[in-house]
């Protein structure tokens, strides 16, 4: 997809005209609609319209100002989505990257941050009844009060099989309690400039006030995979180990990744190598993904999808916004 010197000085202008909208106070409509749904505490989905969403880029510093728009692609079943240049910082793509919307076991990835940068992987855990989920179609590992095991064993289990149960046992055992770990989960989100996102669980089971943004999912995600236990363990495509009940019982648990593309049920696309992600399904936030990939020459990106329809539409353009990456070099 080349750009021809005529489409190159129109892009240009563009950009021109959007930065000085910025820059003029031009963009009052977007800032008031920010500035609605600013802060951590309440739930609002915000449709952002194109022109809204270019001007957005030059306010949201954490990422490059540069964006390249593809005419031959445009997500259609999901939400929200976006790509993302973890090399250059940034945006390739964007498709209301600052709509709030429900984030499913997503956000486990705040959950295994959080774990791993205040805990010690080699620490044991100890559950109670707080590991006690009985909301119906909950992905449970079966734990009982009495079981331990380390930290490191629940993220692989959090991260591969996506256990609320086991969520539950982390937040406790490293927050002192669930409640004070989704505190700790909120300060890490402010702290990393995910403003529009609030935690009150550590698992994603359905709550009205559970929310982020692809942008925010974005800064979430490529902090996390600063850390080598979890990029380690998001590669993986099962998991077995030994834990203990309360009365010192070897318990074994095996476990097989929730990511279709380890399985094989869909093609990876071409060129592109999945090093690992996260999905995430209720009825209330579809079917959501986050890749974290490369390129051929090794450079990495991610990717997110949010309430998408089904299974098969979160997989389909998730492939097809991946293989924008291959794009990229023609410009």
């Known amino acids: 997809m080349k750009l021809t010197g005529r489409k190159k000085a129109v892009a240009f202008l563009m950009c021109v005209s959007l930065v000085m909208a ?19 505490n309440s739930y ?8 809204e969403r270019a001007t957005s880029f030059a306010a949201n510093l954490a990422v490059g100002e540069t964006s390249v728009s593809f005419d031959d692609f445009e997500i259609e079943y999901a939400s929200a989505a976006g790509l993302f240049d973890l090399t250059n910082h940034e945006v390739i793509y964007a498709y209301n990257m600052h709509s709030r919307l429900y984030m499913a076991s997503l956000t486990k990835l705040m959950t295994a941050l959080v774990a791993v940068k205040y805990g010690s992987l080699d620490q044991t855990l100890t559950a109670t009844d707080a590991v006690t989920i009985t909301e119906s179609g909950a992905q449970l590992a079966g734990l009982s009060a009495g079981d331990t095991m380390t930290l490191e064993q629940a993220l692989n289990i959090l991260l591969i099989y996506s256990a609320n149960d086991v969520a ?14 989704v505190e700790m ?17 550590p698992h994603g089971l359905h ?9 925010d999912l974005y800064l979430i995600f490529q902090e996390a995979v600063k850390y080598e236990a979890i990029t380690q363990i998001i590669s993986q495509s099962s998991y077995t180990t030994t834990y203990y009940d309360a009365y010192g019982t070897a318990k074994t648990i095996s476990v097989n990744t929730t990511n279709a593309y380890f399985k094989q049920l869909y093609v990876t696309p071409e060129n592109i190598t999945i090093l690992g992600g996260k999905t995430g399904y209720t009825d209330q936030a579809g079917q959501c993904l986050a890749l974290y990939v490369k390129d051929a020459s090794g450079n990495p990106y991610i990717g997110i999808i949010l309430d998408s329809y089904d299974r098969d539409s979160v997989y389909g353009e998730m492939k097809t916004m991946l293989e ?3 794009e990229l070099g023609s410009f």
């Open 22 to 40: 910025f820059l003029t106070g031009c963009g009052t409509e977007l800032k008031a609609a920010f500035e609605e749904q600013e802060g951590n």
């Open 44 to 51: 609002e989905l915000i449709t952002v319209s194109t022109e």
């Open 168 to 181: 539950n046992l982390i937040a406790e055992n490293i927050g002192g309690s669930v409640e004070e770990f």
């Open 185 to 201: 989960m909120n300060e890490e989100a402010n702290a990393l400039g995910a403003t529009n996102t609030h935690f009150t669980n």
């Open 207 to 215: 709550d009205n006030d559970h929310y982020t943004t692809v942008y």
């Open 324 to 326: 924008l990456i291959n």
